[in-house]
T-cell receptor, first 115, second 117 residues
């Protein structure tokens, strides 16, 4: 069964450093998403991506964040200068279509720890 | 205002009993979808069940069913014959059908379900 994969599973970084979180969505999916979940809190939407551009982003997704689909398979989230409050689980998701039943398949997550 | 409200932060249920996890939502959009996800302690997010706002019947998926009461704006998850492996966090989420949106999921705070042997 196809699945979304994410690497690394856990990333530890120093405050101010850049991190890139990687995701490989399901191969025939067209819509890609990043969510984050701070420990013990609800899941928060960051950004959605379609046709090689951002289609929607939340207030959390400021200039420190960027996304890219550098090739036909990877979808990355970059945080330019990490802050302590960026520590969270980051989930990538993908979906096949937009209208109607739009199940988003989630990856296993990357736990980011900023020291 | 909260779009998705899960009023039960935690629940203990005896194995083999049925359990209902509450979810109420708030939207003015006539087109929306409601989702339930399970998050085990390992952290991954597992899709369980979906209910569309125009669906005439309550959704069912194996031991999972969704008690959809549109007028009350509630979409409670019912797990029949609970198993020890059902112990996890359960999240209710909503997708609003705005034309200009890629249908981000809006999440509730979750309910931690613990099944007792």
């Amino acid at each position: 069964e196809p699945e979304v994969t994410q690497t690394p599973s856990h990333q530890v970084t120093q405050m101010g450093q850049e991190v890139i979180l990687r995701c490989v969505p399901i191969s025939n999916h067209l819509y890609f998403y990043w969510y984050r979940q701070i420990l013990g809190q609800k899941v928060e939407f960051l950004v959605s991506f379609y046709n090689n551009e951002i289609s929607e982003k939340s207030e959390i997704f400021d200039d420190q964040f960027s996304v890219e689909r550098p090739d036909g398979s990877n979808f990355t989230l970059k945080i330019r200068s990490t802050k302590l409050e960026d520590s969270a689980m980051y989930f990538c998701a993908s979906s096949a279509r937009l209208t109607g039943y739009n199940e988003q398949f989630f990856g296993p997550g990357t736990r980011l720890t900023v020291l | 205002a909260q779009k998705i409200t899960q009023t039960q932060p935690g629940m203990f249920v005896q194995e083999k009993e049925a359990v209902t996890l509450d979810c109420t939502y708030d939207t003015s959009d006539p087109s929306y979808g409601l989702f339930w996800y399970k998050q085990p302690s390992s952290g991954e997010m597992i899709f369980l069940i979906y209910q569309g706002s125009y669906d005439q019947q309550n959704a069912t998926e194996g031991r999972y069913s969704l008690n959809f009461q549109k007028a009350r704006k509630s979409a409670n998850l019912v797990i029949s014959a609970s198993q020890l492996g059902d112990s996890a966090m359960y999240f209710c989420a909503m997708r609003e059908g705005r034309v200009d949106s890629n249908y981000q999921l809006i999440w509730g705070a979750g309910t931690k379900l613990i099944i007792k042997p």
